[in-house]
């Protein structure tokens, strides 16, 4: 497992976060029992990670109980990230609602701190959510001066938002973006990446295989008609690709990794064998400049 510099922070984080999405079980799973999701973060440790991405949206809290479950104990350094927004339902951004949806992830996840607060999809707060007197932000600052949390993060795919709250604040350390930039997509890199690099932002790429459209859900996805807009491309990609001595699955990961501008890919792995593919990839073996550069060519 190869590390990073997590933007003004000084931590050392591995490339491959383990999101906290899916581990419980997918929609198509069913509920896991909580076994499970702990077997898979006791696997991520062995790898190397030392990041772990959650929210009171994943499985209606079950995601933040596993992880307290599993990190209960554990003496190796790691860091803790969770976000607020969505419950308690109606989430309405204001200071009553931040906490007592921080509260509630507190208990869940059986300790009093995290290291890293997040706010969960910045579109849906919008920018009054975020930044008027009252609102999430500023009771956020609050949480963090009362030691309850290291940070503050941003969450969200409205670039345009979120790098206009980057200019207008430097109290954010990271920003997790998904289904912006990936083998079918540079949108992000575009518009939000410089920006969050102005301001020495981690920036944290999610849904890297484009919500499984790069992955195992090819197929599905393409049945369902989901993604449409990228069908081209990925096309051309996988093209591009098929001579290539490694699954397009894998060249997703590694094009990004190729990018020094980005922190760290978040992976929402549903098992362990999801898990060790990604982890797998964080070996420090980069794409080759000419075929990043057939790569950009497509779009």
């Known amino acids: 497992m190869e590390y990073r510099t997590f933007g003004k922070t000084g931590w050392q984080v591995s490339e491959i976060g383990m999101g906290g999405s899916w581990f419980y079980g997918r929609p198509e799973m069913g509920l896991l029992p909580v ?11 062995e790898l190397g990670v030392n990041y772990f991405d959650t929210a009171p949206l994943y ?64 579109e849906q707060a919008g920018w009054d959510g975020i930044m008027s007197a009252g609102r999430t932000l500023e009771t956020l600052i609050d949480i963090r001066e009362q030691g309850i949390a290291d940070h503050i993060g941003l969450t969200g795919s409205d670039l345009g938002l979120m790098s206009r709250v980057f200019r207008e604040t430097d109290e954010f350390v990271s920003v997790i973006t998904f289904l912006k930039y990936d083998l079918l997509t540079r949108e992000a890199r575009e518009e939000l990446v410089p920006t969050a690099l102005e301001q020495q932002v981690a920036v944290i790429c999610a849904s890297p295989l484009h919500g499984g459209l790069l992955g195992s859900k090819r197929d599905h996805w393409i049945d369902k008609g989901r993604f449409a807009e990228h069908y081209d491309r990925l096309e051309k990609v996988e093209s591009l690709l098929a001579g290539m001595n490694e699954p397009v699955e894998r060249l997703s990961l590694r094009y990004l990794l190729s990018d020094p501008n980005v922190t760290m890919i978040l992976s929402g792995v549903s098992d362990i064998a999801e898990l060790e593919v990604s982890a797998s990839v964080s070996d420090g073996q980069h794409l080759d400049e000419g075929l990043i550069r057939e790569i950009e060519a497509l779009h």
Do not use: C
């Open 35 to 45: 076994s499970h999701g702990v077997s898979v973060v006791e696997r991520a440790l």
């Open 59 to 122: 499985g209606k809290g079950r995601s933040e109980e596993i992880l307290g479950t599993a990190l209960k104990g554990v003496m190796e350094p790691y860091y803790l990230a969770t976000k607020v927004g969505y419950h308690p339902e109606p989430f309405d951004y204001t200071r009553d609602s931040v906490w007592r949806g921080l509260d509630a992830s507190l208990e869940r996840l059986g300790r009093d701190h995290v290291n890293l607060i997040q706010i969960h999809e910045a």
